[in-house]
């Protein structure tokens, strides 16, 4: 099992949509779980950075975590075509920037106009 | 804030050569800079993690003699891949520790590396 799984897609949704990607985890010893978006031959831009369980907000974007699951999730709500990404989930167990993140494979999402 | 930018963007060169990436913090200063490798439709996988001024702590199955990291300054982290073969393809990418955003990550764009 690997130690991070993610549903690689595609995801396609319509414009202003609610997009919901999930990741699930085997590591019970994370406790720093970020999201990233990636474009095409970019590299990956932080969107979210959540400590431990619960609920984070910004703008359209909302992080969950539950710890107990072992299930992280990114809700973004009013879809808009400039979303279209590859969507990475990310985790660690000591402060995300002191080692090495553990990615998911990442999620293609298309948002159609 | 917080740039990170990489060097060369896409490289080609023949089996056998070597290759050197450059990674550079443009406005902090990194004391723990990352290197990862992605394959097509992979997961980053972490390469090496290296601190300014001291040797690189590779992950289990990276070859240390074969991908060489250097972390000379706060700023500047290069990966020398040598004697690079066509199983050496991938898309490298570097990420940068902020000492303000300790518990952040901030990824360079890339370096497109093609063996022939």
């Known amino acids: 099992q690997k130690e991070v799984e993610q549903d690689p897609g595609p995801l396609s949704v319509p414009e202003g949509a609610i997009v919901s990607l999930n990741c699930t985890y085997s590591n019970s010893a994370f406790q720093y779980f970020m999201w990233y978006r990636q474009y095409s031959r970019k590299g990956p831009e932080l969107l979210m950075y959540t400590y431990s369980s619960g609920n984070k907000e910004d703008g359209r974007f909302t992080a969950q975590v539950d710890k107990s699951s072992k299930y992280i999730s990114l809700f973004i709500r009013d879809s808009q075509p400039s979303d279209s990404a590859t969507y990475l989930c990310?985790?660690?167990?000591?402060?995300?920037?002191?080692?090495?993140?553990?990615f998911g494979k990442g999620t293609h999402l298309i948002i159609q106009p | 804030g917080a740039v990170v930018s990489q060097h060369p963007s896409w490289v080609i060169c023949k089996s056998g050569t070597s290759v050197k990436i450059e990674c550079r913090s443009l406005d902090f200063q990194a004391t723990t800079m990352f290197w990862y490798r992605q394959f097509p439709k992979q997961s980053l996988m972490l390469m090496a993690t290296s601190n300014e001024g001291s040797k690189a702590t590779y992950e289990q199955g990276v070859e240390k003699d074969k991908f060489l990291i250097n972390h000379a300054s706060l700023t500047l982290s290069t990966l020398t891949v040598t004697s690079a073969h066509p199983e050496d393809s991938s898309f490298y990418i570097c990420?940068?520790?902020?000492?303000?955003?300790?518990?952040?990550?901030?990824f360079g764009p890339g370096t497109r590396l093609t063996v022939l």
């Open positions: 990310a985790m660690s167990d000591s402060g995300g920037g002191a080692d090495g993140l553990t």
């Open positions: 990420s940068a520790r902020d000492r303000e955003h300790y518990n952040e990550q901030f």
